[in-house]
């Protein structure tokens, strides 16, 4: 409301408290979030765990360790306990372990499924399928030894089923993400104490 005789000194300085106010949540906020790399990957496990990826440099389908392959193999059921996945394959002579069949939801883990699938885009939801549709997938490790370490070599792969006009099934590649993590859990658990 406007005073007959007064000028609008109050409206402009109420604009000029809110341009500052404005600006320094802006600089408080913006700095620690422009220091934040958007290649890194924070991940949560079920047991609570955060771990960080690199996206660019740490993606590898075949992951090299440095504990031993006996090493690997025993802390391999805890790793995927951990990752919420229940493993169906255990071969002990050729040292693999995993889920012939697990279903992931739109999240896995606290992360956006499309962050370890690659299943294309469903048009009928103009989006990408990988966290719109459940993903049935297979996720097996073997544990090969590799000079005084180890080589952990994932596999994971999955399907999901497409909506609207375009329906069907589409085949979902892993980003890498998956394998990474794996092997630095096993790095970590296997190099533990007890």
Known sequence: MTVPGRTNRWSAGRVGWLVLLAGCASGAGGGATASRDPAVISIMTAG??????NRGADVRLNQA??????????????VFEDLDIKTDVVDVPTRRIGASQHRFGSRILNRDASDFFDCGMDSGLNAPLAGRMPINAQVIT???AVGV?????TTVQGTARRSGGNAGVATCRSTGLMEVLVAQMVEKAAASPG
Do not use: K
């Open 65 to 78: 360790i440095t504990v031993t392959r006996d090493e690997a193999w025993a802390a391999l059921p805890g």
């Open 48 to 53: 609570g765990e955060n771990w960080e990826i």
């Open 149 to 153: 370490g180890a080589e952990l070599r």
């Open 142 to 144: 073997e544990v090969v």
